[in-house]
């Protein structure tokens, strides 16, 4: 796939053209960030039994789980290069830039649900209740979601502000005249995201009313969207303490969800093994994506 992207991209260009305009930069990380939007109708598929319920639940849970790794891996690395070369200065500021972005993405999503749990009304019950809880998201915001529903959205986020690294890294190899790269790179977070997708709506499985299109595409947004966002500030800002902090933040914000999607699993099905082959499962469909990119020496 990113040989043929590769050969479409060259033969449209000219010989002695710019190497990448601005709003190719842009399109580019508009495709990579897309694909998270084909896992979400997942999310309306009801009659699944409850031991299927848990598996997707902890199936997500083990994606995370991978890109938890991922994430704390790269926030640490540059922290890492500096000690090594003995840069004292530049780990003096980027140790505390890490600590307190994961700190951020983790506790503050606690703290902030504790507050959302205290302005929460009661649920509505009945057969309107589907409508008027989406009625309520864009009027009442997340105190007025349901815990399910609440949690897809805290998964977005914290899948987000990953893919804004990832969207990052996109803008900063166009820029830089490294088409091939960013190419590559695209079509890798591409098939992630297309992953990340199911994980965001696994919570949604356990609810019986169906969530509604344009509650689906709002999560979509909140997932992928920051790619985008991240593309346009890769190719005209390359900050290192940038990156390890947004990167940090991901990672507390994702070992936040992490624990949220297992409680969830282990309250649907007391069987653990049917969570751990689920977990399992995650891991290695994070693995397996993340391969892609390693194979096209991205």
Known sequence: VGKVALSWWSWGRREGSPAVTPGEIVLLGAIAGITIFLGLPVGRVRAMPVMYRALLNAGAAGVLVFLLVETTANAFDPIHTAVSDSQWGDAAVRTPIFLAAFALGLLGLVYYEKRLMRRRRPAPAGP??????????????LAALSDTRRLAVFIAIGIGLHNLAEGLAIGQSAASNKISLALLLVVGFGLHNATEGFGI???????????????????????????FVGTLIGQSVANTNLEVAFLALAAGSILYVIVQLLTVAFRLEHDPRYVMWGLFGGVVLGFATDLVLVAAGA
């Open 128 to 141: 309107g209740a589907a409508l008027l809880d989406d009625l309520q998201v864009s009027g009442g915001g």
């Open 201 to 227: 709506v696994a919570p949604l499985a356990a609810e019986a009313d169906r969530p509604s299109w344009r509650f689906l595409a709002t999560l979509g947004l909140i997932g992928g969207g920051p790619t």
